[in-house]
């Protein structure tokens, strides 16, 4: 990573943040970010970006001393970057995973389970004991306050390829009121959903898969969402998308 531009681009890829969504919260175009990831950031913008997602602004612009503010320089070549499964549980049970950055956040873990031993009914319950761990700048950059934020596990295709079955998706919970078009993780009748809501008139929603192809659109009432206890947990903010599937590799 030569250039300012070359470390915010590996910082944003660190967040999971699209050059669009950065440009949308910094309020410029997603060519101008595009430009800053050619050119280098500007100076005008180095401090803001640099307090925005929580690195120095030295090491930001120039590459030297320590990433992180309080951490020394041997600390930040020491630290580990992206996601490693929390307690080396196997890759088949990704539903805790955790960040490996300095200044993380440890956020309460929650799943669909059964209302009790034996039962065919689900709700959506806090796991006790589990947590995964998000770089605070994640929270930060999201306008996140940690207290507000729960994790889950993701199941099912209904969002890929953009949110894979077995990856791990981040929620605010303070964030419920529908914006049309925004990924909402919601509790229907028990099962924990993840979909893109849209908003209709006399209260009814629509709920849209990104793999639209295999799930069409479903419309719900005022009246079907009171009855199927449908709610809304709140935004997705975040998610870990895991490539699930190993290239062939060609035989000698």
């Not at 295709?157 to 990924?183: C, N």
Request: glycine share 6%.
């Amino acid at each position: 990573m030569n250039t300012s531009g070359d470390r915010l681009r590996a910082l944003l890829r660190e967040c999971h943040l699209s050059a669009s969504d950065f440009a949308a919260n910094r309020q410029v175009t997603p060519q101008h970010v595009n430009n800053w990831f050619k050119r280098g950031i500007p100076m005008a913008r180095l401090d803001e970006i640099a307090e925005l997602l929580c690195v120095n602004s030295r090491w930001l612009r120039t590459g030297d001393g320590p990433k992180h503010p309080g951490s020394s320089a041997n600390e930040t070549q020491s630290e580990h970057e992206g996601l490693t499964l929390h307690d080396r549980e196997p890759y088949s049970s990704r539903d805790d995973l955790a960040a490996t950055e300095r200044n993380d956040v440890q956020v309460p873990l929650y799943k669909e389970t059964p209302t009790a031993p034996g039962s065919s009914l689900t709700q959506v319950a806090i796991i006790p004991g589990r947590k995964v761990r998000l770089p605070y700048r994640i929270l930060q950059a999201m306008g996140v306050e940690p207290d507000q934020a729960i994790c889950a596990p993701m199941t099912g295709t209904g969002m890929a390829e953009k949110i894979q079955d077995g990856s791990t998706i981040a929620v605010d919970r303070s964030l419920t009121q529908v914006v049309d078009g925004e990924i909402y993780a919601l509790e229907h009748d028990g099962m924990l959903r993840v979909k893109y809501v849209y908003r209709l008139p006399a209260g009814a929603l629509r709920l849209r898969s990104h793999n639209s192809a295999e799930y069409p659109d479903e419309v719900f009432t005022a009246e079907q969402i009171d009855e199927q206890n449908i709610q809304i947990l709140g935004w997705v903010f975040w998610w870990s998308t895991l490539n699930k599937r190993r290239p062939p590799v060609p035989s000698k």
